[in-house]
């Protein structure tokens, strides 16, 4: 099978320092990477080097990042702009965030999808419906016509997902997409990424506290401790049988999980954070 995404011996600086060193992974289609590890790691850092957003000071200093033959930290912008969103999806902690508080959510999907060509926005506007709908909103065409603070922030988030998916990337990356949320809504949001995966084959790199999340999400995981692998390989064996010691610590921090049948909703409500 392909590699949708592979990165090989990255590394990143931020001002000359050091942050992410000599990471490797790669997902395939519909694959779930789920990474972890504490705050300043590096997760956010790995998300954004793939799309350019390192900011003045960050740098990918060694390795590479490849997407379809492409070497990421390498291309021009115009190329990033059009792989950006249109392939490569994103979706933040708060992604209220990313919508404009004074133009509705219609106004700013239609923006979004004429910054990549489609510009017929009645075709949007009832393509838009159709992916809430899918995506489980009983009202779309309220929400097409809501301002962002007319929305809850859980509500804000699933919105996001779905207007992420309108492009449908090959790869979403997820930065702690349901950390701000209570337990009820991140079931509601895991669900859509999961879904997003089902209908589209989409692969999701997902950063998160949230060890329940990955329980309930991930294919493979990668375990990070300031910049550095400490582990990569199927979620289920690291949860069961984690090899180094900073995961065993990482992994014995969180609540016991009930044994039970009731699946990933119980997983996620057992250890939210
Ligand atoms: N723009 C920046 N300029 C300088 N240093 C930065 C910048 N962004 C991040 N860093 C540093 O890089 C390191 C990794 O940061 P990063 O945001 O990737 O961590 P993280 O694992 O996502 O943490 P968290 O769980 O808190 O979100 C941290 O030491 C952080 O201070
Ligand atoms: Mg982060």
Known sequence: MTDIIRYEHVDISYNGQLVVNDISFTLQAGEILGIVGESGSGKSTLLKAALGMLG???????????????????INERERQKISGAEIGMIFQQAGNSFCPIRTVGTQIKEMMAAHGYDNARLVEQETCEMFTKFGFTEPKRIWQSYPFELSGGMQQRVGVAAAMLLKPKILLADEPTSALDVTVQKQVIEEMLLARELFGTAIILVTHNIGVIRAMADTMLVLHQGKMQEYGPAKDILANPQ????????????????SAAGYGQAVASCAS
């Open 56 to 74: 003045r000071d960050g740098l990918v200093t060694r390795g590479d990042i490849y997407y379809r033959g492409l070497d990421l930290p390498d």
């Open 244 to 259: 180094s010691a900073y995961t065993q610590k990482l992994l014995a921090a969180v609540p016991k999980l009930r044994r």
